[in-house]
């Protein structure tokens, strides 16, 4: 029991500490950038997400973060794994799908299984080796595979990019193709990942990822010298691209794991409340319940019998709303308009 009380204790403390000192920035497009600090996560299983519902139809959105894995335990028995991406609104805060697609994209970190592989190269003879592990994934369980942009690697294992080595490299390995000091090797287990979503239409995108500021790559079919010929290497994904989430989990077994998220800076363009296409310019909220206002409104119109009924019930709710200090009375103002306006029913 003691296992699933502590990530929900934990959980709590994520969200009091990281959620008011969320600030967020109007862009002149309309966009707006919500810096949401540090979420440090460990266990066992840690899993949230952020409260704000994001419109990737509207504009891109970009997710920028610093990935820190040194409290990633590499004991023999001990594995973990780490995601922050975003899912669509309802889906879970891990694996928001397992092994299909549907709900959104996420970075998804692993490392090399061989025990200690963390441990520093032998003294005086640094070489290149595999430590962490950073991919796009549009569903739980997937790996590099499942890139398809510009076209699906043939062999998913020839990459750049993909796998990163926290010490040094041999004097012959620096000078490679794609051996970049404190970028490719010599990282010391942290990682600056900007993840970049563009909707193609309602349900539909694509997902590029930097690490270091370096894009990813495959090679065609293997390794050479020289850039990797798919690059930069992204992924098309699926799901409501108007309601989209940002969420974040770490799961592990054999030892007690944890990672940071630092720095978290999202940018894009929230989604609004918009009532039989007249938009009210108010955000969508997800409520106490699970709820979000869009939702509940949608429920007005679903259950009114007539116009005057709809304009009653929106009116009812987006009063609670304002005692629930959800929305300002302008705001409400704002919805009550478009409802008003609605040929509804
Ligand atoms: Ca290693
Ligand atoms: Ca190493
Ligand atoms: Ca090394």
């Known amino acids: 029991m003691k296992k699933l009380i502590f990530p929900i204790f934990a959980m709590v403390l994520v969200l009091g500490l990281a959620l008011p000192m969320a600030a967020s920035v109007e862009a002149a497009d309309g966009g707006v950038t919500v810096n949401y600090s540090d979420v440090s996560l460990s266990g066992g299983f840690q ?35 780490a995601e922050l991406g975003v899912r669509q609104y309802g889906y879970g805060d891990f694996n928001p799908t397992w092994m299909s697609e549907g709900a959104g994209v996420w970075l998804a970190t692993d490392y090399d299984w061989t025990a200690n592989t963390f441990d520093p190269d032998p003294e005086g003879a640094p070489t290149l080796d595999m430590d962490d592990k950073l991919i796009l994934q549009k569903g739980g369980g997937w790996g590099e595979g499942s890139y398809n942009l510009p076209s699906t690697p043939p062999n998913p294992g020839a990459n750049h990019a993909v796998w990163f080595d926290r010490d040094g490299v ?40 930097t690490v270091n500021g370096e894009p990813q790559g495959f090679y065609d079919p293997n390794w050479h010298p020289g850039p990797a010929d798919l690059m930069p290497a992204g992924m098309t994904f699926t799901g409501d691209m108007t309601q989209m989430q940002v969420f974040y989990g770490l799961y592990g077994y054999g030892a007690t794991h944890s990672v940071a998220f ?59 709303l304002v005692r629930d200090g959800y929305i300002t009375d302008q705001e409400k103002g704002k919805i009550q308009r478009c409802a008003a306006q609605a040929d509804i029913p």
């Open 47 to 81: 899993a949230n997400h952020f409260p704000e519902l994001w419109d990737l139809n509207q504009c891109e959105l970009v997710l920028s973060f610093t990935y820190n894995a040194n409290g990633l335990v590499n004991d023999s028995g001990a594995h973990a794994w």
């Open 170 to 209: 041999d004097q012959w390995q620096a000078q490679m193709w794609g051996a970049i000091d404190g970028v490719t090797y010599n990282t010391g287990g942290t990682y600056d990942v900007v993840i970049t979503l563009h909707a193609d239409d309602a349900n539909s995108g694509t997902a590029y990822m």
């Open 262 to 320: 630092e720095d978290i800076t999202v940018t894009g363009c929230l989604g609004m409340i918009v009532i039989d296409g007249c938009d009210t310019g108010v955000a969508d909220q997800v409520l106490y319940d699970g709820t979000t206002i869009s939702g509940n409104i949608a429920e007005c119109a679903a259950g009114a019998r007539n116009h005057g009924q709809f304009v009653s019930c929106v009116s009812h709710f987006t009063n609670k």
